[in-house]
Every structure is written in C-alpha cells, then in structure tokens.
C-alpha cells in the first residue's frame, strides 16, 4: 500500500510542478498546434505529462527494491520500457519523429520485454492455429507485434482529456483484479503502482486540460498494460488468451478501424492522423452542439469511452478462464463499436447518447 501510495503523490506533485513551472519550458514542451485534425484545446498545454508518469514509476521501483532486496522485475520492466518512453518524449519535444521510427523503437522495447522478461503468446486456444506454436520464434514475433500494436493504440486513444489515462485505469485495475484471482502478488502490485501514477496525473488532465500526457505518457501506458496483459497469460496457463484481447478491446478495435478506414476509404497513408475516430465524432455530433464551451465538450466526451472500455473489461474478469465467453464477447464488442460508429457518421446518433 505504502509503494502505491508514493506512485500517486510522486506523479501528482511531478505533474503540478511541470503545470506551475509551464513558462520556464513551454517552449519545447507545449503543443503549439490548436488547428490540427485531432487538436480540440484553445490554450498553449505542455504535453510532457508521461515524465511524471515515469519519474513516479522510478521512484516507486527504487523504494521497493530497497525495502524488500532481491525484488528485480520491476527495474526490468522499467529498462525495457525506457526506449518507448525515450522516443515518445523526444516526439513530444521535438515534434519531428516520425510514425514508423516510432514504432520501430516500441518495436525494440517489446524485443526487450520478450527478451528479458522470457515471456511469449504461446496458444490463442484455436484448434490447428495453435500448431503453428510449436515452431521456434512463432510465439514471441507475436508477443512482440501485440505489444507494439497496444502500445501505438494508446497514443492513437489519447484525443481528449482524460480519455486515454483512464482506460489505462480501467484496463490495469482489472489486470489487478484476474492478478488477485489467480493470487499474483506481483501481477496486482505492477498494474496497481502504475494506475496509482497514471491518477497522480489524471487529476491535472480531466477535466481542466491543464497538461496532456503526450506521446511519451501514451506509449509508455501501452507498453506496461500490454506488457503485463502477456505476462500475466504467460504466467498462469489457466487464463484464456482472449483475456488480453478484451480487457483491451477499445484501444484495439480503434487502432484496427482507424487502419481500415485510412487504407480502404481515405486511400492515405496509415499513419495519417485523421478526425474521424469515434471520439471525434462523439464530440463533435454529440456533444459539441449542447455545449457552448469547447472545454466542457472536450472533458464530457472521454466518459463515454470510459463506459465503452467498462462494457469490454466487466466480461473479460468474469469469464477470464472461458474461451468461448470471451470470443463471443469480443465479438459482440467489435459488432457494438461498429454498429455505433456507423450509426453517428450517418447522422442516425441512437438517442440515449444525448444529454438532453
């Protein structure tokens, strides 16, 4: 309790110090741009909130280590993370790292965490699919590409305040819950010490906006939710593999869709931002003619992709060991968000997603 205790009150002063102190770096730290396809802010915000995201998880990590000697899986998860975080951060800084260098480095840190870490996806509990397991390497290319994917699929999430932290919330407390379960001390104790800093955070970027977690923060969330989503698999046999597909069901499919809609209807490149994504459209079809104040548009549309995210985790931790109920949900997720995607970009918005 004391390790998450420090978690949060570490990111929470980090973060107060970078809002604070905001004229002293905002000239390399702020996002400038208010006019871009997927920029809803009107103010100069600093987007380096991941660095007290990290710092927090450091700390943590340090205190940890010092007062129960031995314990090194943490300092590992922390080695393997820092060149996703590095790049993110230099993206943030100097807005000129490119989508594929960027992927390529997330690419690097999920070699490391295979790597180090001796993890892999070793069975997707499909009959004859799962001989091809049983050739060399076949179960860590896929690890490796889950947790770059997941990893890119938190920065492509982070559109308004407080969406992305939360999710990763969301996500981490019921990695925490199956750990409890399933009695994984250290499972509970690494989703646990990162949603503590991920909050510390949170209660600066929603609703208020006042920093943003920036590329840094977004693809080191991925990269530990995913991570540990591998572990935990890795770990205990007994929970189904389509565990870690829905407990992450919402940054997937708005990764897999946004593909899909840039490569087939857009005809642009992949890595093109665009301002069709789901919570776009909530904000801007939804939301925005009710509200008057940008500001209140941007912070009202994150909760309802914190409910989308709940409607894919609740089935994940009731059904973690059930193959069958998990694929069936799934299903049923990715039917829903296509269904009501579709639905608001024909201007049919179901009418229980109104206020008023």
Request: glycine fraction near 8%; charged fraction near 10%; hydrophobic fraction near 50%.
């Amino acid at each position: 309790m004391s390790s998450i205790l420090l978690a949060f009150f570490t990111s929470f002063v980090g973060t107060l110090l970078i809002v604070r102190f905001q004229g002293i770096h905002e000239k390399f730290s702020c996002d400038w741009d208010t006019t871009g396809a997927q920029k809803f802010h009107t103010n100069i915000v600093p987007r380096i909130g991941g660095i007290s995201i990290a710092i927090s998880l450091i700390s943590v990590s340090l205190f940890r280590v010092k007062s129960e000697p031995g314990v090194e899986i943490e300092t590992l998860m922390l080695i393997c993370s820092a060149p996703v975080f590095s790049i993110g951060l230099l993206e943030d800084l100097t807005k000129k790292i490119s989508v594929r260098m960027r992927l390529a480095i997330t690419a690097i840190s999920a070699v490391l965490a295979i790597y180090i870490l001796n993890i892999q996806i070793t069975s997707l509990d499909i009959p004859f699919i799962d001989y091809i397991f049983s050739l060399p390497l076949v179960g860590s290319l896929l690890a490796v590409f889950a947790i770059t994917g997941l990893a890119n699929s938190y920065n492509i999430v982070d559109g308004f305040n407080g969406l992305a932290s939360m999710v990763g919330i969301i996500t981490l407390t019921a990695i925490a819950y199956v750990g409890l379960g399933v009695n994984d001390p250290l499972i509970i104790y690494l989703s646990l010490s990162m949603a503590a800093s991920i909050f510390g955070f949170f209660v600066w970027n929603h609703p208020l906006g006042l920093i943003f977690l920036g590329d840094g923060g977004a693809y080191l969330i991925g990269f530990w939710i995913a991570t540990l989503s591998v572990l935990l698999i890795h770990r205990h046999q007994e929970i189904s593999p389509w565990f870690g597909l829905l407990i992450n069901g919402y940054p997937v499919i708005e990764t897999l869709f946004s593909i899909y809609r840039r490569k087939i209807h857009q005809n642009t490149a992949v890595g093109q931002p665009d301002g069709v994504h789901l919570h776009t459209l909530i904000y801007r079809r939804v939301l925005t003619p009710n509200f008057k104040k940008n500001l209140w548009a941007n912070s009202m549309t994150s909760p309802y992709l914190w409910a989308l995210t709940i409607a894919g985790v609740t089935p994940a931790i009731i059904w973690y060991r059930s193959t069958s109920k998990l694929a069936a949900s799934c299903l049923v997720f990715f039917l829903f968000y296509v269904w009501l995607y579709k639905k608001i970009v024909n201007l049919k918005t179901p009418k229980w997603l109104f206020l008023n």
